[in-house]
C-alpha cells in the first residue's frame, strides 16, 4: 500500500490481525493471568526488556495491547497503555514526571472530577497543580516555576464548550522543557491529534466516546515519543538509572519507547491501575464505529445548539461550533470536523428551572456521564460541581443555571422534541 491508512481503517484494523493460533477474526478476550515461559533464558528476557513479551496481566495481556495500539494509530502516537479509567490514565501519565515536591500547571477549565483529583488527592503525593485560565498564555508562562513537569489541558474542556489553544501552550511548554499533556476525551481522535498540535501525551477516558455505548470504565495513554526526556535533569525516571527497576536508564535504552516501557515496567507493575481484558474488549468494539459515531454526535449537536440559541426560554448556548462563540475560530483549527458533541446551556430561571428540567426529560438520560449513544443530561452544580464552592463552579463553566448536554445519535428531531417538551415543564 502506498498511502497511509485512513481514520476509519486503522478504527477497524489497526493493533489486531487474526489470531496467530485459531485463525479468529475477532480480537479474542485472553482471559489469563500470566503466560507460559518457553524456557529459563526467554523468561529472563523478558524481565530484562530485552525481548517484548507477555509475563503477567497486570503488565500486559494481548488484549489489552490491541486496544493500547489500536489508541496510538488513531492519535499518532509511539507508544500507548491502557488503564482501568480515565482518572487512572491521568495519574499513569504524572507518575513517571512527578515526585514530591513537584507541580504541574493545570488549566482551570476541567472536568469537575479532574479538578477534584488535582487539587486534593495528588496533594498526598506531595505533588501539585496551579490552575490557570489557559487563554491567558502569560499567565500561564508565569506559573511554570524550576518545580513544574507538565502543562495539563483539555481539548474541548468539559463541560464548558471551550477550545484549547493547544499549538500555544505546546510552544510554551517547550520553551520550559516540559511536556504538554492534553485530554482529548471530549473530542476523540477523530477531532482531535492533539500531538500534531505539539502534545507529548494524551490521556483519554475510554469510558466515553471511544467505547461509546456507557459499557466501561477505562483510560489510555499515548505518548508521541518525541519528547526529549535526557535534555535537561527534571525527568530522572527517565533519563537516569531507574532504582525502581534495577537501574536501567529508559531513555538510553528505549528512545522513543522511553514513556511507553517505564509506564509497563514500573507504573502499571506497582500503582497496577490495570485495564482487564474484557473492557479492552468492549472498547475496541466501540471504536470501530467511533468515526461514523463522531460524524452524526455532532451533526446533532451543532442541530441542537442552534435550536436552543434561538429559543426564549434559553439564556446562551455554550457550543464552539455556533457562529456565536468566541472559541468558533479556534475550534475550526483545533477540531476542524466539528466542535464535539457536549455542551451546557442556561435556562431562564436558574437553579430550580434546571433541576425541574432534568426532572422533566424522557428520551435523555439523567446520568453523570457522557459521549455515551444515548442523549444524556446532567445539572453540574447540583451533582458533578457540587462539591466546589460558587466561584469555582462558574470559573469551570458550571454555574447554578447551567445544564450540560451529551448529544447522542438518535434522531435529531426526537431530541429537540424532548428538550422542548422538559424545557416547557421547566419554565411553566
Ligand atoms: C470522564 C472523564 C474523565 C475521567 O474518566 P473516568 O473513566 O471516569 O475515570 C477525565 N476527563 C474527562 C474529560 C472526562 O470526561
Known amino acids: 500500500m502506498t498511502q497511509p491508512l485512513g481514520f476509519d481503517t486503522l478504527a477497524i484494523h489497526a493493533g489486531s490481525a487474526p489470531d496467530p493460533a485459531t485463525g479468529a477474526r475477532q480480537v479474542p478476550?485472553?482471559?489469563?493471568?500470566?503466560?507460559?515461559?518457553?524456557?529459563?533464558?526467554?523468561?529472563?528476557?523478558?524481565?530484562?526488556?530485552?525481548?517484548?513479551?507477555?509475563?503477567?496481566?497486570?503488565?500486559?495481556?494481548?488484549?489489552?495491547?490491541?486496544?493500547?495500539?489500536?489508541?496510538?494509530?488513531?492519535?499518532?502516537?509511539?507508544?500507548?497503555?491502557?488503564?482501568s479509567s480515565g482518572h487512572a490514565a491521568q495519574i499513569m501519565a504524572l507518575f513517571p514526571l512527578m515526585g514530591p515536591g513537584l507541580n504541574i500547571v493545570a488549566s482551570s477549565r476541567l472536568y469537575g472530577g479532574t479538578i477534584t483529583q488535582f487539587s486534593q488527592t495528588i496533594k498526598r503525593f506531595g505533588w501539585s497543580a496551579k490552575f490557570v485560565d489557559t487563554d491567558d498564555l502569560l499567565a500561564v508562562e508565569h506559573a511554570i516555576d524550576e518545580n513544574t513537569r507538565a502543562i495539563f489541558c483539555e481539548t474541548i474542556a468539559n463541560p464548558g464548550g471551550y477550545v484549547s489553544d493547544l499549538d500555544a501552550?505546546?510552544?510554551?511548554?517547550?520553551?520550559?522543557?516540559?511536556?504538554?499533556?492534553?485530554?482529548?476525551?471530549?473530542?476523540?481522535?477523530?477531532?482531535?491529534?492533539?500531538?500534531?498540535?505539539?502534545?507529548?501525551?494524551?490521556?483519554?477516558?475510554?469510558?466515553?466516546?471511544?467505547?461509546?455505548?456507557?459499557?466501561?470504565?477505562?483510560?489510555?495513554?499515548?505518548?508521541?515519543?518525541?519528547?526529549?526526556?535526557?535534555?535537561n535533569d527534571k525527568f530522572p525516571s527517565l533519563s537516569q538509572p531507574e532504582p525502581a527497576y534495577h537501574g536501567l536508564t529508559f531513555h538510553a535504552a528505549l528512545g522513543s519507547m522511553a514513556f511507553t516501557f517505564h509506564s509497563i515496567a514500573v507504573g502499571l507493575r506497582d500503582l497496577g491501575m490495570t485495564m482487564n481484558p474484557q473492557g479492552a474488549h468492549y472498547t475496541l468494539m466501540g471504536i470501530e464505529t467511533l468515526g461514523l459515531r463522531m460524524q452524526r454526535h455532532v451533526e446533532n449537536a451543532k442541530i441542537v445548539?442552534?435550536?436552543?440559541?434561538?429559543?426564549?426560554?434559553?439564556?446562551?448556548?455554550?457550543?464552539?461550533?455556533?457562529?456565536?462563540?468566541?472559541?468558533?475560530?479556534?475550534?475550526?483549527?483545533?477540531?476542524?470536523?466539528?466542535?464535539?458533541a457536549l455542551f451546557t446551556f442556561a435556562v431562564k430561571g436558574g437553579y430550580d428551572a434546571c433541576v425541574k428540567l432534568v426532572d422533566s426529560v424522557k428520551?435523555?438520560?439523567?446520568?453523570?456521564?457522557?459521549?455515551?449513544?444515548?442523549?444524556?443530561?446532567?445539572?453540574?452544580?447540583?451533582?458533578?460541581?457540587?462539591?466546589?464552592?460558587?466561584?469555582?463552579?462558574?470559573?469551570?463553566?458550571?454555574?447554578?443555571?447551567?445544564?450540560?448536554?451529551?448529544?447522542?445519535?438518535?434522531?435529531?428531531?426526537?431530541?429537540?422534541?424532548?428538550?422542548?417538551?422538559a424545557l416547557a415543564a421547566a419554565t411553566a
Open 29 to 83: 478476550i485472553y482471559q489469563t493471568t500470566a503466560y507460559v515461559f518457553r524456557d529459563a533464558d526467554h523468561a529472563a528476557k523478558l524481565f530484562n526488556l530485552q525481548e517484548v513479551g507477555y509475563i503477567y496481566s497486570r503488565l500486559t495481556n494481548p488484549t489489552v495491547s490491541a486496544l493500547a495500539n489500536r489508541v496510538c494509530a488513531l492519535e499518532g502516537g509511539a507508544g500507548a497503555i491502557c488503564c
Open 169 to 231: 501552550l505546546a510552544r510554551i511548554a517547550d520553551r520550559a522543557g516540559i511536556p504538554l499533556i492534553v485530554d482529548n476525551t471530549t473530542a476523540t481522535p477523530y477531532l482531535c491529534n492533539p500531538i500534531e498540535h505539539g502534545a507529548t501525551l494524551v490521556v483519554h477516558s475510554a469510558t466515553k466516546y471511544l467505547t461509546g455505548n456507557g459499557t466501561v470504565t477505562g483510560g489510555v495513554v499515548v505518548d508521541s515519543g518525541k519528547f526529549d526526556w535526557s535534555a
Open 305 to 340: 445548539a442552534e435550536y436552543l440559541e434561538q429559543d426564549p426560554r434559553v439564556e446562551f448556548v455554550t457550543y464552539a461550533g455556533l457562529a456565536s462563540s468566541p472559541y468558533r475560530k479556534r475550534a475550526e483549527s483545533i477540531t476542524p470536523k466539528g466542535a464535539g
Open 363 to 421: 428520551l435523555f438520560s439523567h446520568v453523570a456521564n457522557l459521549g455515551d449513544t444515548r442523549s444524556l443530561i446532567i445539572h453540574p452544580a447540583s451533582t458533578t460541581h457540587r462539591q466546589l464552592d460558587a466561584a469555582a463552579q462558574i470559573k469551570a463553566g458550571a454555574a447554578p443555571n447551567v445544564v450540560r448536554l451529551s448529544i447522542g445519535i438518535e434522531d435529531v428531531r426526537d431530541i429537540i422534541a424532548d428538550l422542548d417538551q
